[in-house]
């Protein structure tokens, strides 16, 4: 919004001219006004900035069979161990008005007096302090993703895990008057070896692309066609797959949010401020928390409304004001680092200047002032 020096002093010269048609006043709110309950108390808006962050988590569990990927399926470079990484996907920022405990204001209607403070109230200039105005306020939430104690690869091999094996050992059996050694073979059930387990896997995938090419070309002795075709070649796809996982790991990637609220002051503008942390490894953190590292916001003002300073020193005994604050657009800046990672231009109310606002204009017979546009006039 940018503000011409003309429309200032026009604006100057309208305060100090008009003359209200009873004399009402306002003034900030003291202890003595706490005591009398005198008057309608009202409050101008202080803004609150609400930042809502999504992260991904993305858990790598490694196969069972991954030492063996490289030379038994020619895959380099597969995972070897467990780890869990994050990263920031998304940051919106918001914004919502509160009550500025510092700018509280009592008015005393005399005369006359019908101000219509439904129009200000929609707007966001003044906030009545008699009733609740709904927020909606930040909550904080960390998401805890845990596999837990889930098997995550259940097929390691399309053949038994126990092999036959033939042992021979010696039996002593009395021959005439001697004993004597006769070997005997007997059958015996063994566990395979991991490397055996794995090369048998690696066969597994081999004979499914075979089988698929054969499908694909027409080679195979059945052929199936139409939707048949289509659900064959999606389970060989999906044991493929499968079996492929027992190389080269799985990935699970899940989302979480959490929301933090920031409420500026002018010490906040121009400096950076923690907003909260952030680890790869433990995702986001609080701000107190010194395992990761800050994420900082900037502010910065516009100064779009730097040429009204002047009119919040207009006094006439004359006339009766409604104090009310212009609110300053201010720039939201996020950064990792040096790194720019979210922006927005919000309206900060207690960044503004505190005008006065004759009176009379709000009067039940003067019509000629809106505070929003309403689309069915012309």
Same mark, same amino acid.
């Not at 008009?18 to 003291?30: D, I």
């Not at 998304?90 to 219509?116: A, C, M, Q, R, T």
């Not at 597994?204 to 698929?212: G, H, S, V, Y």
């Not at 990672?341 to 009067?363: D, E, H, L, T, Y």
């Given at each position: 919004?940018?503000?011409?020096?003309?429309l200032?002093?026009i604006?100057f010269l309208?305060v100090i001219?008009?003359k209200?048609?009873s004399?009402?006043?306002?003034?900030?709110?003291?202890n003595?006004?706490?005591?009398t309950n005198?008057?309608?108390v009202?409050?101008l808006?202080?803004?609150?900035?609400? *930042?809502?962050?999504e992260?991904?988590k993305?858990e790598i569990?490694p196969g069972?069979?991954?030492m063996?990927a490289?030379?038994l399926i020619?895959?380099?470079?597969v995972?070897?161990?467990?780890?869990?990484i994050?990263?920031?996907?998304?940051?919106?920022i918001?914004?919502?008005?509160d009550? $500025?405990?510092?700018?509280?204001?009592?008015?005393?209607?005399?005369g006359?007096?019908n101000?219509?403070?439904?129009k200000?109230?929609t707007?966001?200039i003044v906030?009545?302090?008699?009733c609740?105005?709904?927020q909606?306020?930040?909550n904080?939430?960390?998401g805890?993703n845990n596999?837990?104690n889930?098997?995550v690869?259940?097929?390691?091999?399309?053949t038994?895990y126990i092999g036959?094996?033939?042992v021979?050992?010696?039996?002593?059996v009395?021959?005439?008057s001697i004993?004597?050694?006769?070997p005997?073979?007997?059958?015996?059930?063994?566990?395979?070896?991991l490397?055996k387990?794995?090369?048998?896997?690696?066969?597994?995938i081999?004979?499914i692309?075979e089988?698929?090419?054969?499908l694909l070309s027409?080679?195979a002795?059945?052929y199936?066609?139409?939707?048949?075709?289509k659900?064959?070649?999606a389970?060989?796809?999906?044991l493929?797959?499968?079996?492929?996982?027992l190389?080269?790991g799985?990935?699970y990637?899940?989302?979480y949010?959490a929301?933090f609220? *920031?409420?500026?002051t002018?010490?906040s503008?121009?400096?950076?401020n923690?907003?909260?942390?952030?680890?790869e490894n433990?995702?986001?953190?609080?701000?107190n928390n010194l395992?990761g590292?800050?994420i900082?916001i900037?502010?910065k003002?516009?100064?779009?409304?730097?040429y009204l300073?002047?009119l919040?020193?207009?006094?006439?005994s004359d006339? $009766?004001?409604? *104090?009310?604050?212009?609110?300053?657009?201010?720039q939201i800046?996020?950064? $990792?680092g040096?790194?720019?990672?979210?922006?927005r231009?919000?309206?900060i109310?207690q960044f503004g200047n505190?005008?006065?606002?004759?009176i009379?204009?709000?009067?039940k017979?003067?019509? *000629?002032?809106?505070?929003?546009q309403?689309?069915?006039?012309?």
């Amino acid at each position: 919004m940018k503000i011409s020096k003309g429309l200032i002093y026009i604006l100057f010269l309208g305060v100090i001219a008009c003359k209200p048609t009873s004399k009402t006043t306002v003034h900030k709110l003291t202890n003595s006004d706490l005591s009398t309950n005198k008057g309608i108390v009202y409050a101008l808006p202080e803004t609150n900035l609400n *930042f809502k962050v999504e992260a991904l988590k993305t858990e790598i569990i490694p196969g069972p069979y991954n030492m063996y990927a490289e030379k038994l399926i020619g895959i380099s470079n597969v995972p070897d161990k467990a780890e869990t990484i994050w990263q920031i996907s998304n940051i919106e920022i918001s914004s919502f008005n509160d009550i $500025d405990e510092n700018e509280l204001y009592v008015l005393n209607p005399s005369g006359k007096f019908n101000v219509n403070l439904e129009k200000l109230i929609t707007n966001n200039i003044v906030l009545p302090v008699n009733c609740i105005k709904k927020q909606s306020y930040a909550n904080h939430f960390f998401g805890i993703n845990n596999t837990g104690n889930d098997v995550v690869f259940k097929d390691l091999s399309v053949t038994k895990y126990i092999g036959q094996e033939k042992v021979t050992y010696f039996k002593r059996v009395q021959r005439d008057s001697i004993f004597a050694k006769v070997p005997v073979v007997k059958t015996q059930s063994v566990h395979k070896t991991l490397a055996k387990k794995a090369e048998e896997a690696a066969n597994f995938i081999f004979m499914i692309r075979e089988k698929r090419f054969e499908l694909l070309s027409g080679l195979a002795d059945y052929y199936p066609d139409g939707e048949a075709m289509k659900i064959a070649l999606a389970e060989l796809n999906r044991l493929e797959t499968e079996y492929l996982n027992l190389f080269i790991g799985k990935k699970y990637t899940s989302t979480y949010s959490a929301e933090f609220e *920031f409420s500026p002051t002018e010490k906040s503008l121009n400096q950076p401020n923690i907003l909260f942390r952030f680890n790869e490894n433990k995702g986001v953190l609080p701000a107190n928390n010194l395992s990761g590292r800050p994420i900082i916001i900037e502010l910065k003002k516009q100064n779009n409304t730097k040429y009204l300073i002047g009119l919040n020193k207009i006094t006439n005994s004359d006339a $009766d004001y409604l *104090f009310y604050r212009l609110p300053e657009l201010t720039q939201i800046n996020v950064l $990792d680092g040096s790194s720019l990672i979210a922006k927005r231009k919000i309206q900060i109310s207690q960044f503004g200047n505190v005008i006065p606002f004759p009176i009379m204009f709000f009067m039940k017979n003067e019509s *000629f002032i809106e505070f929003y546009q309403d689309k069915n006039k012309q």
